[in-house]
């Protein structure tokens, strides 16, 4: 894919420097220091990383060679110029001139210090990330992972509801999530446990007491191999007919949307598919421009990020099998408090797997 | 400070925006999203936000205005331009425009799609990122912080040593620390548990058997201030003279360094303190291009950021009352292992004073 990105763009080079999961994803290397991946027109597979890094990289990566800044004269440039970053910049510059650089392509996150230096030697585009893009499609490698990661929110969720006969403070209840899940291996951070009125705010993440109702959103990575998943049930713990009604409606909505998804379709018609469910049940809709109702999209990928591609909102992107993204309807009013049920799908040829299969409706009232 | 360096490269605007710790510090806000933060030499301090992050920008941050995406046009020039980073980047021009601006200054990272756009209007001077400047010297608010970590490392390493006992495996080790952190509200990760001949590579995190000696390595964050500190000891279990040996070397020379820091001494003071010692003693040091002895640099700043300014080195940079950092001499010979002992100091006017209080060898052969 990037060779015809490059030949689209007439461009020699696209490079992709480390700080984000896209230059993971690219390469499988994992690196905290500043490393940098050439893909050029002419063959070139190349991660430079600092001299320390250059036996790991050529252990660990899945790039064809390896340099590191020694290989590249690095440090005869810094003891010149005196400054680490000028020397990088002149470094890589000088790197793609051998290589007959005359059009390089960027990502909109490569750094300006680079960017500057790279303006006075060649002409420079920014595009948009090539991996962002290959990423929204998962392997079946990765569709496990997703899916360990949504068994582990289950457990952790189950626990959660055994917990609510007891814990009824929003902070301790999510203190107890996030240390069920780091014992079994997976990382929670901000994991929202908004109760009554307050859960109006989509993402107000909750303190306080739990009463009427309570709404988790889980969305953790795994420790091991750091894929997330993301998980969202609205708990019912009291009596209240507007917040059961709107329950039922988004668990609908949800459904409906779930049933269309398929390879072919657009993002647009499943966010649509919500949207005509909520509206004629009577709610308002993002679609109408409210500020209250369904407020929000509809979904986005579930990756390496909690938030990738494909956003599901009402944009034409078309969805293709390996797609995995969340499908989250809502409704939130300040009078009654909002409700939400989330769960991950995979899109297949002929439709669609969830990968946090579970009850949609929790009523915990019969069991106090 | 940023008046000076608005002044001094004569500029309207530094600009700085969100993703990283140095948003955080000039804003005190927290947002997953992209924002803005602008200060002017006309007396603008600006805070631009999405439009659903708004009011709690007004709540939370310490900047003196806010502005919402809507309120500067972004909105409509999507509608026409139908490319979200486009129209991003044209509405921080238009404003820049009607506020008069004709140079502006970018930290190193600023993203590349809006330096482009800027080149376009403006002249863009990309400078070393003052915040990151300002971050190197703590308040006593800050200070605090970081002892609050330095305590829960200490309380977590001696659980450590308590499960050495019968613990003989690194991932065990490590993830008991982990997790031992976490339930006390800090967060721990790629803590280094390396045992035997494998720890002379000082980034090796440590897998496999515990034996010999083991160097525990424990930098966490707090979950709740979000301050790090780092904290290194090394373990002996078994007789090995000259493992015992390098430790003696290791922590004699981090007596030394710790005994000169004090306001307006050099990183470079330091870092030759460590060498001379280690020299003295027959080991070979970085100074002299050894792959082997020591070969790392004495220290880095620690805060929101467990490596962050001032690093302690060759540099010349002059030390000031209320920096943060370590001093973690160490010695790594492939023939034995490696050892290390760290421990993070602030710089007073008239000494230094350490953090991580805590018993420099220990040695657990008579206790098994």
Redesign the interface.
Known sequence: MLNEVLKEHDAQFYIQHSGDNNFYYATKFRI?NSAFYFVGSDGTDLLVVPD?EGDRAKRESVVGEVSTLSDLGYFDRLKELKNT?KALALTLVEFLKTRGAKKVL????????L??EF?KHFE?E?IENPFSEMRAVKSEEEIEKIKDTSFAIIRAFEHALKLLKRVRDCDMLRNEI??FL??DGY?A?DTIVSSGKLSADP?YIGHGKIEEHVVIDIFPKS?RHHYYSDFTRTVILEDCPEIEEMLDAVIEAQKKAISIIREGVTAKEVHHTVCDVLEEMGYQTIRRKYREGFIHSTGHGVGLDV?EKPKIFENDDVLKAGMVFTVEPGLYYRKWGGVRVEDVVVVRKNGCEVLTEYPKKIDLRSKR
């Open positions: 905290p320390m970053k960027v990502p909109p996150n490569f750094p300006a210090f960017i500057v303006l420079v920014v996030e240390l780091f014992s990382l951070q993402h420790r938030h």
